[in-house]
């Protein structure tokens, strides 16, 4: 760098892109902003002459804008990114580059901190997104997905996977580089083990073969081909962090240990737990073998197909469950029975029931009836 007392907030910004921003995991997102910062009123100015009046000027200059992208107001949240960076800018200024005597940004209010997503994913959504992924041209998709909701890892940490890091014996996946710098091993339950090992598995080499730009691009086709809205990759996250809280077996270091959330403060906003959870909880000890079969016993959907003599109906969520009769109601009834002599025998034999609507077909909604065990005949 130039020694010089009157290098101006472009020049600055562009040494501190080449030393500071390039040894930063998220330089690509860094160079973004600064390249905002540079085409503002701010570059070419000198920095030593910056006052905190700049910067406020700036900041609400800012939140006056739309996304380019959304058409919708910056979120206060881009405009703290932008407003950490400068302040960070000038205390190297400062110190080590002898650029500026003060640290403007320090006397500037920044942008009230936005409450954190609480998404969380619908069942409807999960079986719809599971569905169109399972189907989808690229096998990745599906796993990665799976992966994402039983293992709570980042975008990046799936995508980087790679199979000489994966254990599928002790089924332990080893993260050697994370987003906070720390080395993380992450547990993988049975569908995470299967959703890999559906890949084909290798010696060596990335599991899955999506770059970020691919995943974010199939994402968004896939949303708007299925009519979800305000959903983001990174939501499978908190739902699947949501859902290790909600086992009611793991404590907050433990699950901090399994996403590898540094701050316990960032980890409380995980702990917000759906109602359906609190149910038994309510319902205290009482008559809870009764409790359980009657949470077994709920309707589950099935495709009902009719031709000239016949009509045979299938529960979706149950392998080989199909009866066909002569007649629409008669063939509903006996496939009813069939159901709960089914719900039943698992239950006698402590296997396991599947939840209904997990099925991964695509079946037109129009052959869809729902089949109620308990129903009057």
Not at 99 to 124: F, H, M, Q
């Amino acid at each position: 760098m130039t020694e010089t007392t009157d290098m101006t907030m472009a020049q600055a910004l562009e040494h501190y892109k080449t030393r500071v921003s390039i040894l930063k995991k998220g330089y690509s997102q860094e160079c973004y902003r600064i390249d905002q910062l540079k085409r503002s009123l701010l570059g070419p100015m000198i920095a030593r002459t910056v006052t905190s009046v700049n910067i406020a000027t700036y900041r609400d200059d800012r939140l006056s804008q739309n996304n380019p992208k959304t058409g919708k107001l910056l979120s206060p949240a881009t405009v703290r990114l932008e407003m950490s960076l400068l302040s960070n800018l000038f205390e190297l200024g400062k110190i080590e580059w002898g650029i500026c005597d003060d640290n403007p940004v320090l006397k500037v209010r920044k942008p009230k901190s936005p409450p954190g997503r609480e998404r969380r994913l619908t069942a409807r959504e999960e079986r719809l997104i599971l569905r169109y992924a399972y189907n989808h041209g690229n096998d990745s998709l599906y796993s990665i997905i799976v992966v994402a909701l039983e293992t709570a890892m980042r975008q990046g940490e799936i995508l980087n996977l790679c199979w000489e890091n994966v254990n599928l014996k002790s089924r332990v996946a080893h993260l050697p580089d994370t987003k906070n710098g720390t080395r993380r091993d992450v547990p993988l339950s049975l569908k995470a083990r299967d959703a890999l090992i559906r890949m084909g598995t290798e010696r060596t080499g990335k599991i899955f073969k999506y770059g970020s730009h691919g995943l974010k691009s199939t994402w968004r086709v896939m949303l708007q081909r299925l009519e979800i809205v305000d959903l983001h990759f990174h939501d499978l996250r908190h739902e699947a962090v949501s859902r290790l809280f909600e086992l009611g077996t793991l404590d907050m270091m433990e699950v901090a240990a399994i996403s590898g959330h540094k701050s316990l403060s960032m980890l409380k906003r995980y702990t917000h737990l759906k109602a359906q959870r609190l149910v038994k909880k309510l319902e205290g000890g009482k008559s809870k073998g009764r409790q359980v079969v009657i949470n077994h016993l709920i309707p589950y959907p099935a495709s009902i197909i009719q031709t000239p003599g016949n009509v045979t109906v299938r529960l979706l969520d149950f392998d080989g469950l199909v009866v066909s009769g002569p007649c629409r109601e008669t063939t509903l009834v006996q496939a009813q029975d069939q159901l709960l002599r089914r719900l039943m025998t698992a239950l006698r034999d402590s296997d396991k029931i599947p939840l209904p609507d997990q099925y991964l077909e695509l079946i037109d909604d129009r052959y869809v009836v729902m089949i109620d065990p308990l129903a009057a005949a």
